[in-house]
């Protein structure tokens, strides 16, 4: 079955980087048409879409934070890499990764359980 | 971008009643790329709807989608205990995609 994880520090401080990984199993991002996204949500608040790859490597990002994020993939260790430069502590939130099941749509079947990261001196 | 306006913030309803939920979006959804997602305390989101209107794998008949262009609903035809949530619409038509706001279902 398909399953995601998150991981990564449950806290960083301010102007700091944050790199978190999601490892994923039951399907494969060297398969034609196989995406995975970042979403975030602060606490009490809604979600937020935040980047994306694709099985052909191609990247989308979100158009408010898309020069402070960097998504990469590990096809061989099934991870994808998200990270996120200059941290403040507005960007607390649960970070979760998604899997699309197809490129040509962008709806998320499978989620992770998410990832808490407080921004905090 | 696009912006996704769901109304209203909270629905106070009992067990059995229905549930209509709206997601509105500033500019037109082009394929009807609109998905509906429940969420509980705690948990990640879960994907009911696609499509505006396909359920996902495993979700109940009392769940269904409708709507085209800026005006999408989910209708929950009687609430089951387990239904009492948070809703996200999110279009996925054009990027970047986006969320609503959220809709709570709360116990009358």
């Known amino acids: 079955q398909v399953t995601l994880r998150e991981s990564g520090p449950a806290l960083v401080k301010p102007t700091q980087t944050l790199t978190l990984t999601c490892t994923f199993s039951?399907?494969?991002?060297?398969?034609?048409?196989?995406?995975v996204s970042w979403i975030r949500q602060p606490p009490g608040k809604a979600l937020e879409w935040l980047a994306r790859?694709?099985?052909?490597?191609?990247?989308y990002y979100s158009t408010s934070l898309k020069t402070r994020l960097t998504i990469s993939k590990d096809t061989s260790k099934n991870q994808v890499v998200l990270t996120m430069t200059n941290m403040d502590p507005v960007d607390t939130a649960t970070y979760y990764c998604?899997?699309?099941?197809?490129?040509?749509?962008?709806?998320?079947?499978?989620w992770g359980q998410g990832t808490l990261v407080t921004v905090s001196s | 971008e696009i912006v996704l306006t769901q109304s209203p913030a909270t629905l106070s309803l009992s067990p059995g009643e229905r549930a209509t939920l709206s997601c509105g979006a500033s500019?037109?959804?082009?394929?009807?790329?609109l998905a509906w997602y429940q969420q509980k305390p705690g948990l990640a989101p879960r994907l009911l709807i696609y499509?505006?209107?396909s359920r996902a794998t495993g979700i109940p008949d009392r769940f269904s989608g409708s709507g085209s262009g800026t005006d999408f609903t989910l209708t929950i035809s009687r609430l089951e205990p387990e239904d009492f949530a948070v809703y996200y619409c999110?279009?996925?038509?054009?990027?970047?995609?986006?969320f609503g706001q959220g809709t709570k279902v709360e116990i009358k």
């Open positions: 039951g399907f494969s991002l060297s398969t034609s048409g196989m995406c």
């Open positions: 790859i694709d099985w052909d490597d191609d990247k």
């Open positions: 998604a899997r699309i099941g197809s490129c040509m749509t962008g709806y998320f079947d499978y």
């Open positions: 999110q279009q996925y038509g054009s990027s970047p995609w986006t």
């Open positions: 499509d505006a209107s």
């Open positions: 500019q037109s959804v082009s394929s009807s790329y």
